[in-house]
Every structure is written in structure tokens, then in C-alpha cells.
């Protein structure tokens, strides 16, 4: 059985060019960048790797990154490697003061189980910004050690941006899933986990996964500017 981690810090992964990645992103045109209403913040995808979501080509980076750049070259030959293969990439977009609604980043079925969810700080504060509900329904601050770490999607979480500086950070979720090769490259890390909230709220959960609703992952649910 998987163990239940609700944070870890990557600390034998080493990213290069964190800096360069960041103005990169930054200078990403206008139009790749998506307000997600369930999150509460602006996304904007680096790599596509389902085919239902239409940001771009499947399995293809950004076409606005040259071939080379350092967000690829940082992804392609870094992360890549260590999370054992690909996954949808996107980068969430806070300036100063800006919060993400609580929420999971998982099926509501899934809660209470490990969703592995990759995450790199690129840019801003990273300290007593992202915390998750404990079983009180109290927030639970992580303090990060490191700017590449991994969180449990499942556990309720969410973040206000108290830095002075706009935070970017990278994601990466489905349809990676833990393999050989990132548990080789975790199994020795040290993690917290938090025990889950006694109440799952309804609005924590994507309403995606709602069947009344009966919304997808199309372009136009997904993807709606302001």
C-alpha cells in the first residue's frame, strides 16, 4: 500500500535555472494564460500530455517555448526523468495578496487515498504560503526546504500568496502516476503526513467530477478567460 504523504521535499532533485524559467514563463503571450474558476487563479500549460484538455498537440511542450529553452531542457531532461515519465504541466499564476480556493487536486472518490503531485516553486515565496486542513479543520502550514517538492493532491489545501513578489509554480498531476523510477527516487526522503479532515466540503471538490453537472475537460469549460 501507498503511504500516505501530505508534503516531502525533493531534496536530491537539483533544477537548474530556475531564474531563466521564470522570466520565460512570464513571457509567455497573453493568451495562454487561463482564469480556472475552481482554483481561484490564472494557469497557463508548458506541456500537453492529455489529449481531452486542448491546450495544445498532445505530448508536445508549449509552441511558444523555443525547442531549447530552459523551461524545456529544466523539464524534459530533469523532472522528466526523475517522476519516471510525462505529465500534463501547468503553471499557476499568483500575484501578492491572491489566494487559491481550497480544494483537492483529485476525484472526490480519491480523497483520503496519495495522489502524488509534483510541484516547483520557480518564483516567489514558498514559506507559510500553501497549508492543508488537518483533522480539526485547522491549517497546517508547510514550511518547503526545497523549490521542487511533492504533495498529496487528495488532502484539502490551499495557499495565499504573502510574498511581495508574484509566485509561480509548476505542476504536474494525471495522467502521470508513481512508477518504479519515482519511488527509487523517493523511498529515502523524509515527509510529513497530516491526518485528513473529519469533513470533506463539497466545494473543495472539482465540479468536473460532478455528474449533475455534467461538466468535462473540454475547451470551453476549461479553458474561460475573464
Request: negative net charge.
Amino acid at each position: 500500500m501507498d503511504r500516505i504523504i501530505t508534503y516531502m521535499d525533493l531534496k536530491n532533485l537539483n533544477i537548474p535555472d530556475k531564474d531563466i524559467v521564470a522570466q520565460e514563463i512570464l513571457s509567455l503571450p497573453e493568451e495562454d494564460w487561463y482564469w480556472i474558476k475552481f482554483h481561484g487563479a490564472w494557469m497557463c500549460s508548458l506541456y500537453n500530455a492529455r489529449p481531452d484538455v486542448g491546450w495544445f498537440e498532445q505530448y508536445s511542450f508549449n509552441p511558444n517555448l523555443p525547442k531549447e529553452s530552459a523551461s524545456v531542457v529544466a523539464l524534459r531532461d530533469y523532472v522528466f526523468p526523475y517522476i519516471g515519465g510525462v505529465g500534463n504541466v501547468t503553471v499557476i499564476k499568483t500575484k501578492p495578496g491572491e489566494m487559491l480556493n481550497d480544494h483537492v487536486d483529485s476525484a472526490p472518490e480519491e480523497v483520503g487515498g496519495m495522489q502524488h503531485k509534483f510541484r516547483w516553486v520557480v518564483k516567489g515565496k514558498k514559506e507559510s504560503t500553501l497549508y492543508f486542513f488537518d483533522e480539526n479543520g485547522n491549517k497546517h502550514y508547510y514550511e518547503p526546504q526545497t523549490d521542487a517538492y511533492v504533495i498529496n493532491g487528495s488532502h484539502p489545501h490551499g495557499m495565499t500568496n504573502t510574498g511581495n513578489d508574484i509566485k509561480l509554480t509548476v505542476c504536474i498531476g494525471s495522467p502521470w502516476q508513481p512508477n518504479k523510477e519515482y519511488y527509487r527516487n523517493i523511498e529515502s526522503l523524509e515527509y510529513t503526513s497530516i491526518p485528513f479532515p473529519k469533513e470533506i466540503k463539497k466545494e473543495w471538490n472539482d465540479p468536473r467530477f460532478d455528474n449533475e453537472n455534467k461538466i468535462g475537460l473540454g475547451v470551453t469549460e476549461f479553458k474561460q478567460k475573464l
